[in-house]
């Protein structure tokens, strides 16, 4: 199977094309970034394609992450990915960033339990624990990161995410240390590839995962005033 998988979600702008079948990215390309990934993107999805020596309609899969991440870089690639799986007539499939995140550790068969952490802002993060078999033990949510230090519970973990070390200064005293830490920026572009790989479309649509509302609100229409009461 041949996979584009594409990544804006987070301080990435990343692309590449997965092989299967021959256990390998034929082309990739990942560029760090906070802002500026609707320039970015189809420009870089560009050079992966010509790098890879196929076409987008030679490709099997198309897959992006959905978040949790920036409102605005998931809208950037999953409108990307929405629109090169119509213009190809391929299906697309999203994927986690949590679970992209947890991944690589996953897949080590790893003994330890996998803490995936992204920064929500506010002294907040966006929260998934696995165990090292990839078994949920806390679903994806948005928690405080005094309450999330309460995974101390299931033993010495392996944190991942770009909040990773944020959880690692404030780790309990009395728990055991963490296994591991990985502050990556974003997830692996091949795991996003991988994880595209294994689901299904029916099941892992490519839409938005969003487990909060956005911070910023429209404002109020200025045009539209409250009645106002009759004059005396």
């Known amino acids: 199977m041949l996979i584009l998988a594409i990544d804006t979600a987070l301080d990435a702008c990343a692309a590449a094309v997965l092989d299967t ?3 390998t990215l034929i082309a990739q390309e990942s560029q760090a970034m906070k802002r500026g ?10 050079r992966v394609i010509a790098q890879s020596g196929v076409t987008f309609a030679g490709l ?3 897959a992006v992450t959905t978040g949790p991440g920036s409102f605005t870089g998931l809208r950037v690639g999953l409108s990307a990915a929405r629109g090169i799986a119509l ?7 999203g994927v986690t960033t949590l679970t992209a995140y947890a991944a690589p550790v996953v897949s080590q068969n790893a003994e330890h339990p996998v803490v995936s952490a992204i920064d929500a802002r506010h002294d907040h993060v966006y929260l998934q624990v696995v165990s090292g078999n990839g078994s949920s033990l806390i679903r994806p949510r948005v928690a405080p990161i005094a309450e999330a230090l309460g995974a101390s519970r299931f033993g010495a973990p392996h944190l991942v995410g770009n ?6 200064e404030r780790w309990p005293a009395n728990a055991p240390p963490p296994f ?8 692996d ?7 595209g790989a294994a689901v ?5 649509p490519a839409r938005p995962f969003y487990l909060r509302a956005p911070d910023a609100k429209p404002p109020k229409d200025p045009l539209h005033k409250p009645p106002q009461p009759p004059s005396t």
Request: charged share 20%.
């Open 87 to 93: 213009a190809a007539n391929k299906p697309v499939v």
């Open 180 to 187: 591991k830490v990985d502050a990556q920026a974003a997830p």
């Open 163 to 168: 909040a990773a070390r944020i959880l690692a």
């Open 37 to 46: 990934h609707a320039e970015a993107l189809m420009p870089l999805i560009g």
């Open 60 to 62: 099997d899969r198309i």
């Open 21 to 23: 079948e021959a256990d």
């Open 189 to 195: 572009i091949a795991w996003v590839g991988w994880l």
């Open 200 to 204: 299904s479309p029916n099941t892992a």
